[in-house]
């Protein structure tokens, strides 16, 4: 069954840019993108994901919050957050959800690859 891959960020060209990066990392996963951390939590919760990559700040609305919610309904579900503030108290919180990994915008591409590719193989485990 192909590993399916969140992907919510507010700014649509910055999410149509980690989809292709998470593409080029794993060709054969599913991937949907969402803009809106509302909009994301409902349907995440009919087929759970394997790993959600999520901005720290989703609009007016928590990358945090919205990780805690999607590891109730799914707690093997990997995070990886991306963000242009690692020295926030949000990103403090975010650690405390041992995400896969914490990205700093900008980041290079491969480096969002490297980290896909992993957290995909170990999804399973």
Not at 15 to 22: D, E, G
Not at 29 to 42: G, H, L, Q, S
Not at 68 to 86: C, M, Q, Y
Request: net charge negative; aromatic share 4%; glycine share 4%.
């Amino acid at each position: 069954m192909p590993k399916r891959v969140l992907i919510v960020d507010d700014v649509e060209q910055v999410a149509r840019h980690l989809r292709r990066l998470v593409i080029q990392a794993a060709p054969s996963a599913t991937v949907e993108v969402f803009y809106d951390a509302d909009v994301a939590r409902r349907c995440a919760g009919d087929t759970p994901f394997d790993l959600a990559v999520l901005d720290l700040n989703i609009g007016p609305q928590s990358g945090v919050v919205l990780a805690r919610d999607l590891l109730v309904a799914s707690p093997r579900l990997k995070i990886v957050f991306v963000t242009g503030e690692t020295g926030s108290p949000q990103a403090a919180e975010a650690r405390a959800l041992a995400p896969v990994a914490i990205l700093e915008k900008p980041f290079a591409g491969e480096a969002l690859k490297t980290v896909v590719r992993h957290a995909l193989e170990t999804a399973a485990e």
